[in-house]
């Protein structure tokens, strides 16, 4: 698969930025049972359906809508939630461009999972790091271990 900014965090755990309709078939070929969505419903990339589409491919879809300039603890204690419920499932979690999603998995793994930092982050969260504004500074400030 070539989905944008696609990362396998875990054997069971994958993450991306926004998946085609095309993409989610192959998302279920690969054995994934389960999506999140963590981008906004408005935002231009996004998939007409996306619930629809990926639960007619027999996959559950969970949709948490993150602003992406103002997430917060609460979003994450939803997604954590979400994910301990799926613990023994394939999850494929996405955004727009896996941002959001490399923040919420390096706290969720580390909090839930006892990863550590190292294990917890992605090669677009380490992109992001320098750049990453006051906001997201914050939030992933919750995680046990910092980069």
Not at 20 to 42: K, R, S
Not at 95 to 120: M, P, W
């Amino acid at each position: 698969m070539s989905i944008l900014n696609q990362f396998q965090i875990t054997d069971k755990i994958a993450s991306s930025g926004q998946p085609t309709e095309a993409q989610f078939e192959e998302i279920a070929a690969n054995g994934y049972e389960a999506v999140i969505n963590l981008a906004m419903p408005d935002h231009k990339n996004a998939v007409v359906n996306e619930g629809s589409i990926v639960t007619s491919l027999g996959m559950a879809y969970i949709h948490i809508p993150v602003p992406f300039d103002a997430p917060n603890q609460d979003h994450l204690a939803v997604f954590s939630g979400c994910m301990d419920t799926l613990k023994n499932k394939k999850v494929w979690v996405h955004c727009v461009v896996n941002a959001r999603v490399s923040a919420f998995l390096f706290c969720y793994l580390q909090k839930q999972r006892g990863l550590s930092a190292q294990a917890s982050v992605t090669p677009i969260l380490e992109r992001w790091l320098p750049e990453m504004d006051a906001v997201w500074r914050e939030f992933i400030s919750h995680a046990p271990e910092q980069l």
